[in-house]
């Protein structure tokens, strides 16, 4: 089993829904999560970062961590077409020198 | 602008051959990472360093070699390319060692081995 298990869709969804994104994972001692969101033929960018447990919010996106059930989630509200990317999570145990892990990416496509 | 940049972004190159890309942040960031991304596997870490001589082995290290003789600078180096190693692969740096550091990502070379 992977480490990090993330369904690499494809998702479509038309404008406006609002879009789920999860990843599974099986390491208890992850503790920070992230977010990154990449555009065909790009380099990852950073989305949303958070530590532990709990709910974070930047604008139209909201990340949820629960570690409790090994299982963190992004939500975009009024998603829009430029929102269409693949989506990666990414995890690692302690301070910023280490390594990620990654899950595999979800690829989004939002309809106009 | 600070930025990360990498090169070549796009190579060809046959079995056995050496090859090496190029990396270059100017942020003035200790770390720096080397990753490669499969269709099917995501991103996986193959060398890392935490700054001047200091080079460390990741997941997927066999094959490949770094150096850091500056701050700036972490080429990968393939020793002796393999079809299994055609891939894009992604420089990354960071700041320092706090826990809120984020790692930022460079563009990508998009390697084809024949």
């Known amino acids: 089993q992977k480490e990090v298990e993330q369904d690499p869709g494809p998702l479509s969804v038309p404008e406006g829904a609002i879009v789920s994104l999860n990843c599974t994972y099986s390491?208890?001692?992850?503790?920070?999560f992230m977010w990154y969101r990449q555009y065909s033929r790009k380099g990852p960018e950073l989305l949303m970062y958070?530590?532990?447990?709990g709910n974070k919010e930047d604008g139209r996106f909201t990340a949820q961590v629960d570690k409790s059930s090994k299982y963190i989630s992004l939500f975009i509200r009024d998603s829009q077409p430029s929102d269409s990317a693949t989506y990666l999570c990414?995890?690692?145990?302690?301070?910023?020198?280490?390594?990620?892990?990654f899950g595999k990416g979800t690829h989004l496509i939002i309809q106009p | 602008d600070a930025e990360i940049t990498q090169s070549p972004r796009h190579k060809i190159t046959e079995t056995g051959r050496q090859v090496t890309l190029a990396c270059h942040q100017t942020?003035?960031?200790?770390?720096m990472f080397w990753y490669r991304q499969d269709l099917g596997h995501g991103l996986r870490l193959i060398h890392y360093?935490?700054?001047?001589?200091?080079?460390n082995k990741g997941e997927v290290s066999d094959g490949y070699s770094v150096s850091r003789s500056n701050t700036e600078d972490l080429p990968l180096t393939l020793e002796s390319a393999a079809s299994s190693q055609t891939s894009v692969y992604f420089c990354a740096s960071s700041k320092q060692s706090g826990v809120w550091d984020t790692q930022y990502f460079g563009p990508g070379t998009r390697l084809t081995v024949l």
């Open positions: 390491n208890s001692a992850f503790q920070y």
């Open positions: 958070t530590y532990s447990s």
């Open positions: 990414a995890m690692r145990e302690g301070r910023g020198a280490d390594g990620l892990t």
């Open positions: 360093s935490y700054g001047v001589q200091d080079t």
């Open positions: 942020w003035n960031h200790n770390n």
